[in-house]
């Protein structure tokens, strides 16, 4: 039988659960930033992970009061994915369509 996630006692969905929404070369980022959280609020809960622009977006939600905290352990993983291949891992940076000729 599933579980109902409306239930009190559900687990939340977490970063691990959505690790495949991006690619491989953040994954080790991520396990950390999730590992930082956990340690500081177990019971986060994801609200989205995704790509955009070329960079991370990671959205959660905590108990009252966690926001600015929460908020600095994203921001953080954010501007290391800004420099980071999301498919290799290598170091890198956000490229866009004018830095080849005909890009």
Do not use: N
């Not at 891992?89 to 080849?100: C, E, K, L, Q, V």
């Amino acid at each position: 039988m599933a579980e109902d996630p409306a239930a009190p006692d559900a687990r939340p969905v977490q970063i691990p659960a959505r690790i495949h929404a991006v690619g491989p070369g953040w994954r080790g980022l991520l396990e950390r930033l999730h590992e930082q959280i956990r340690a500081v609020f177990p019971g986060y809960r994801l609200l989205d992970l995704k790509e955009k622009l070329g960079g991370l977006r990671v959205y959660v939600e905590g108990p009252p009061g966690s926001g600015d905290r929460l908020r600095s352990l994203i921001a953080l993983a954010e501007v290391e994915a800004e420099h980071t291949c999301e498919f290799c891992g290598a170091s890198g940076r956000i490229r866009t369509r004018d830095d080849w000729p005909g890009g």
